[in-house]
């Protein structure tokens, strides 16, 4: 029982990791644009460690099961609903919102692509790997040869076994 928790264990964090990578996806592709990121967290929830870069704070969280890229200007499009306003004129020099759509959709589609990314990397690695070979050699039968056992009386010239 014990062993199937900490497999358990060990698959969340590997999650965890994955999501991680999706987001540095995002991350990568805001900071190519000049989007300020303020938060890039492994995990979710309370903060267990943290250090303040330049210009981003990167955490792990006590939750190992995901993570984020908290963008600046992220929640300005929250206020202007709350707001009922029309526009998103409020929007600062290096927040999401001040990026054109295109970069805004790049933004987005890095951290699907990213995971893509992973998986080539990742199965690139594995097909690396050496393994022996399990089984011998096929061979093909033909049927005529076992015609009590098939229940057949078909002849089959010319196939070699």
Known sequence: MLMHLLLLAIGLVVIGLVLFFHELGHFAVAR???VEVEVLSFGLGPRILSYQG???EYRISAIPFG???RMHGS???TK???DN???LDKAEAGSYFAASPWKRFAIYLAGPLSNFLLAILLLYAAALIPVERLSDEAYVTPISEYSELFGSD???EGIMK
Do not use: P
């Open 67 to 69: 993570g984020y890229c």
């Open 80 to 82: 202007a609903l709350q």
């Open 54 to 56: 330049k210009r981003t």
């Open 154 to 156: 078909i002849t089959q």
């Open 75 to 77: 929640l300005d499009l």
């Open 85 to 87: 306003a029309r526009t």
């Open 32 to 34: 190519l644009f000049n």
